[in-house]
């Protein structure tokens, strides 16, 4: 939005922008953020940044450590409509008191990467483009205590709470998504989601309902360099629960809110580019796919348990992997194949938009780690030059799930719940420490978080379905 700090102080006195809001990324993947009057923030905020404390935020410093600095990327200035007063956001990178970046910061990692193809002299540029899948509910409400453990959601669309239209109720329909309906109900909301987000500069490909009846949404942007990619999808985040909010709704990223129907993922198509067509196109390759494609989808397939531990970064995660959904449990790629980890997209087999869509990762990871640790696993696979079909990958353009059983036993499974995955990213973390892109103590700090904070603390609470099972033994 701006090109020059100049421009940042001339728009906020033009357009009577009245405070300032800065945000930065947590480990997690949650924005923490601080807001400052207009009046008072001159050029130095933005040249020398501003003071926080990061030792709330887990994983990060501790209590004895925790001031830094964090400076607004001007780059990526947008209006809040949220906001009751004219205020100006902006992502914040972080820096040590020292005026050095801070080895932590999640968009910094991200940066290093986008370095790192640099480095290999290709002279590609890396695209991505997220496929957002999120439920749009009516209410939840859920706790845990020694004494209880509850969920409950409301959703009028499939009769889950009281409805004032009964015509909405379509109880018993568990996958009517993409179809069209006499009432989509959720199109207006959409709709004005996608305003938002384009409003501040992010193309819109498309949106529609998805399988989940319960009001399962997907929006899908444009191709953008790596780090715009991340900023993006903070937004989009942002400005979806922030709408849904304003027509009394709450929409949920979570991978598996509830038994029986689609669960949430985040597919992330992927390429690259020389400026002017897709260096992943070879007419003369499978699906239409050059030896650097299939060389850096072989690298997404064999550190796909490391990057599960990242990209999949929750316990619920996992309820989402089971045969016959649309969420992979086999190591393998396809053409148009999307019961496989790495599909082709068929339609897209062509010198402008060959690419290759990873279907594992969903909204729990942050956005500025998955989409690095994609980039790195793609590219250890460029250097060492693998080939998906000797490393037993496929390609297999059938079902994965009609396999025969001894034929499904011969593919590689993915993790089947968070503790593996974060073992197997413990295990499986060169390919990611390469060039300081992802720095040792970072990764120690998240997978302590990760077990200490998530993983143990589910494993040592009862699950209220144990009760009907156990409860009368």
């Keep these: 939005m701006f090109g020059s700090i100049s421009e940042v102080l001339e728009y906020v006195e033009r357009e009577g922008i009245e405070q300032i809001d800065v945000k930065v990324v947590d480990l997690q993947g949650r924005w923490r953020r601080m807001t400052y009057s207009a009046a008072h923030v001159g050029r130095r905020l933005f040249e020398e940044g501003t003071g926080i404390s990061l030792s709330p935020y887990p994983g990060y410093r501790t209590i004895e450590s925790g001031d830094m600095k964090v400076r607004p990327d001007i780059s990526t200035g947008f209006v809040d409509p949220f906001h009751t007063r004219p205020t100006l956001a902006f992502i914040c990178d972080m820096y040590d008191n020292d005026g050095n970046r801070y080895e932590r910061d999640p968009r910094f990692v991200l940066q290093k990467a986008e370095e790192a193809l640099a480095d290999l002299g290709l002279g590609a540029t890396a695209l991505f483009s997220p496929e957002l899948e999120f439920y749009i509910l009516d209410g939840a409400d859920y706790g845990s205590s020694a004494g209880s453990a509850y969920y409950g959601v409301e959703s009028h669309a499939v009769g889950w709470g009281e409805s004032e239209h009964p015509l909405y109720r379509l109880t018993g329909m568990a996958k009517v998504g993409q179809v069209d309906l006499p009432l989509d109900r959720f199109a207006p909301i959409r709709e004005q989601m996608v305003r938002r987000i384009e409003a501040i500069g992010i193309p819109v490909k498309y949106h529609h309902q998805e399988l989940g009846t319960p009001g399962q949404a997907e929006i899908e ?253």
């Design 221 to 473: 942007v444009y191709f953008d360099t790596p780090v715009r990619t991340a900023d993006c999808m903070m937004i989009m985040r942002y400005l979806i629960k922030n709408t849904a909010l304003e027509y009394s709704k709450l929409a949920t990223f979570m991978p598996k809110p509830f038994v029986g129907h689609a669960g949430n993922g985040t597919h992330f198509h992927q390429y690259f580019t020389d400026g002017e067509r897709s260096m992943f196109y070879d007419a003369a390759g499978y699906g239409g796919l050059s030896e650097l494609a299939t060389n850096y989808l072989c690298g997404l397939l064999e550190h796909t348990p490391a990057l599960m531990g990242i990209g999949n970064a929750s316990t619920n995660s996992y309820r989402r992997f089971a045969p016959n959904m649309a969420a992979p449990v086999k190591l393998v790629f396809g053409l148009g194949n999307r019961s496989s980890a790495v599909r082709i997209p068929g339609y897209a087999v062509n010198e402008r938009e060959a690419r290759v869509e990873y279907r594992m990762p969903d909204a729990t990871a942050n956005p500025y780690l998955i989409i690095a640790a994609q980039l790195m696993a793609g590219l250890d696979g460029v250097n060492r030059k693998l080939d998906p079909t000797k490393q037993g990958f496929g390609p297999y353009d059938v079902n994965i799930y009609d396999l025969p059983a001894e034929e499904q036993a011969k593919l590689r499974d993915v993790p089947i719940t968070f503790e593996a995955a974060l073992a197997e990213l413990n295990a499986d973390r060169a390919f990611l420490t390469g060039d300081g892109v992802f720095p040792d103590e970072l990764i120690d700090s998240y997978l302590k978080v990760k077990m200490d904070a998530e993983v143990a603390m589910v494993h040592v609470r009862p699950h209220p379905y144990e009760y009907e099972l156990y409860f009368d033994l």
